[in-house]
């Protein structure tokens, strides 16, 4: 709590009575904090993919260019770091972008089983390297009001979630319903599940469940963080339920259309 004391004179200058106004800074410093400690973790990130570029291109240079199978090996780790350094850049950015608007952007009347559509054909060639199997099931033709790039957003998130974190042929369920004005959407896979203490992390920028057993999946640990951001932004909410080695379910409830008061009275 920041106080400022405000003397008010008459016009003889004397002090006549004080104003005190006490500003409630909480949220800044909060905010104040979320952004330092967002750099920091995104200096962080970077790091350990730029060094394995610089120590594997220095050690190339130094000598291990001559051997055709160790430079082989080394420019596949080189290629695999710059292609994760840019996942990671793009997904950094679209974070801060969201961030810096102060509206959701021009919203439209979006058919929910065709979002889902274009997103399966996004994700057509990680689903079928890994032979997933994926279903739609539930009421179809449901309509949301919502900026179309936010739903495919939510859904493009989520779904390769569930691709990456499952084995192969692996089951990936996409459950659409309207519950209570909301569209209910569910990704359900039967893939590794997220451990009971880690449930409540797992949305915070970053982090990611056991670095060790997601390195080789790729990823920044941000994608959660941005389906969380959009969807509290849209008004909505996310669960997370999990049993490890048996499936995750990741449910969001997303307001059909968001009711303009000022409208409704006129
Ligand atoms: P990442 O880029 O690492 O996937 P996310 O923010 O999308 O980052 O997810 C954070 C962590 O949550 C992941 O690293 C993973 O450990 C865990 N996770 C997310 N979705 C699933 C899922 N469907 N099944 C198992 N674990 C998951």
Do not use: C
Not at 10 to 23: K, W
Not at 69 to 93: P, Q, S, T, W, Y
Not at 134 to 162: M, T, Y
């Amino acid at each position: 709590m920041d106080v400022h004391v405000v003397p008010i004179f008459n016009d003889s200058l004397e002090t006549l009575n004080f104003i005190v106004l006490l500003y409630d800074i909480t949220e800044i410093r909060r905010l104040e904090k979320v952004r330092t400690d967002f750099v920091a973790n995104v200096s962080h990130e970077l790091r350990t993919p730029i060094t394995a570029l610089k120590g594997f291109s220095e050690t190339l240079l130094d000598g291990a260019l001559d051997d055709n199978d160790v430079l082989v090996e080394f420019l596949e780790i080189i290629n695999k770091e710059a292609g994760r350094l840019d996942v990671m850049v793009n997904d950094i950015l679209q974070l801060s972008k969201l961030e810096q608007r102060q509206d959701n952007g021009a919203k439209d009347i979006i058919n929910v089983n065709e979002t889902i559509e274009d997103v399966l054909k996004v994700l057509s060639q990680k689903i079928s390297l890994k032979d997933i199997h994926v279903n739609i099931v539930g009421q179809k033709g449901i309509e949301i009001e919502i900026n179309p790039d936010h739903l495919k957003q939510i859904i493009i998130n989520l779904v390769s979630n569930a691709v990456a974190y499952t084995p192969e042929k692996g089951k990936v369920t996409i459950e659409i319903g309207i519950t209570d004005n909301n569209l209910k959407l569910s990704v359900v896979d039967n893939g590794m599940g997220i451990p009971e203490n880690q449930l409540n992390r797992i949305f915070e920028r970053f982090y990611r469940v056991d670095k060790s057993r997601s390195r080789n999946i790729g990823g920044t640990g941000l994608g959660l963080s941005i389906v969380k951001w959009l969807v509290e932004n849209n008004e909505g909410h996310i669960e997370v339920k999990s049993e490890v080695n048996q499936w995750t379910d990741f449910t969001v409830w997303l307001p059909i259309s968001i009711t303009d008061n000022n409208n409704e009275e006129n």
